[in-house]
């Protein structure tokens, strides 16, 4: 074996540990008595009581739970693994940014809100830029860059309407 099939071969091995640690840390968040949030707190989201979480404490993990995603998708992405190329990337991110968005919606974080707007914004245009390139590049079809179209301008017309004054004023 020579020097380029060696490091070939280590950063396939590599991947492959990073893919399964991803999945691991999935299958204990899906665990009861997983730590999702703080370690202070252990949080099990097929055991848990709806009576008793408030609708806040919902939007938190959900954030926390899309920040594990991107902490994945991330991962994935560096070790250039097929599944994560630079679309899923940008997607998980704006998935993330919705979420916050969510979160801040209801707390009544103006600023943070229309921070998280921006970058769910800032996101989808990296999405739909790594969509264009693929479909130059023959790899995706014209009904997948249509709906990267699509989630961009939602998200666009979304931070016009928080940022905008309210109407008839």
């Known amino acids: 074996m020579n020097y380029y099939q060696i490091k070939k071969t280590a950063l ?41 979480t408030s609708e806040r404490e919902l939007l938190e993990l959900k954030v926390a739970v899309h920040r594990n995603l991107v902490s994945l998708t991330t991962a994935a992405y560096k070790a250039d693994l097929p599944s994560a190329d630079i679309t899923a990337l940008a997607e998980s991110h704006a998935h993330l940014a919705a979420a916050e968005a969510e979160l801040y919606r209801y707390t009544g974080e103006q600023d943070k809100l229309r921070a998280a707007l921006k970058e769910k914004a800032e996101a989808l245009t990296d999405k739909l830029r790594g969509a264009t390139l693929m479909f130059e590049a023959g790899a995706l079809t014209r009904a997948v860059l249509g709906e990267a179209e699509l989630q961009l301008l939602d998200a666009l017309l979304e931070l016009k309407q928080v940022s905008a004054p309210p109407h008839g004023t």
Request: aromatic residues 8%; contains cysteine.
């Open 12 to 52: 396939f091995a590599a991947c492959i540990l990073l893919l399964f640690g991803g999945l691991f840390c999935l299958h204990l968040t899906a665990q009861p008595g997983s730590l999702i949030g703080s370690p202070a707190q252990p949080v099990s989201l097929v055991d848990l009581n709806i009576e008793e």
